[in-house]
C-alpha cells in the first residue's frame, strides 16, 4: 500500500489548489479515505473524509471551501481547495482506513501567503 500526496505549492490568500493522492494497492470501496493536515505546532487535523461507501465529510474550517473526490479509475484521491486562507498553510497527508487505524502517506506542503 502506497500513498503520494502531490500538488502542493505556494499560492497567495483567495486561490486555489488541487492536490492529487496515487492510491496504489487500496481498493476504494474497502476503504475509508481521507486528507489530513498537519501546521507547525498544531495537531494533525482530519479536513476531509469519504467513506468507502461514498460519504464525504468536511471539517468545520473547510467546509464549502474544500472538496474531496477521488478517480477509480486512476487509483486517485483529489482535495480541491478554495478560496485558500493563510491559516490553511500546512502539510497535506492522504490517509487510508481500512478494518482499523488511518495510515497517511507522504505529505504535500501547502503554503498560503497574505
Known amino acids: 500500500v502506497q500513498l503520494q500526496a502531490s500538488g502542493g505549492g505556494l499560492v497567495q490568500a483567495g486561490g486555489s489548489l488541487r492536490l492529487s493522492c496515487a492510491a496504489s494497492?487500496?481498493?476504494?470501496?474497502?476503504?475509508?479515505m481521507g486528507w489530513f493536515r498537519q501546521a507547525p505546532g498544531k495537531q494533525r487535523e482530519l479536513v476531509a473524509s469519504r467513506t468507502r461507501y461514498g460519504t464525504t465529510d468536511y471539517a468545520d474550517s473547510v467546509k464549502g471551501r474544500f472538496t474531496m473526490s477521488i478517480d477509480i479509475a486512476k487509483n486517485t484521491v483529489y482535495l480541491q481547495m478554495s478560496s485558500l486562507k493563510p491559516e490553511d498553510t500546512a502539510v497535506y497527508y492522504c490517509a487510508a482506513k481500512g478494518t482499523s487505524n488511518w495510515g497517511l502517506g507522504q505529505g504535500t506542503q501547502v503554503t498560503v501567503s497574505s
Open positions: 494497492g487500496i481498493i476504494f470501496s474497502f476503504n475509508d
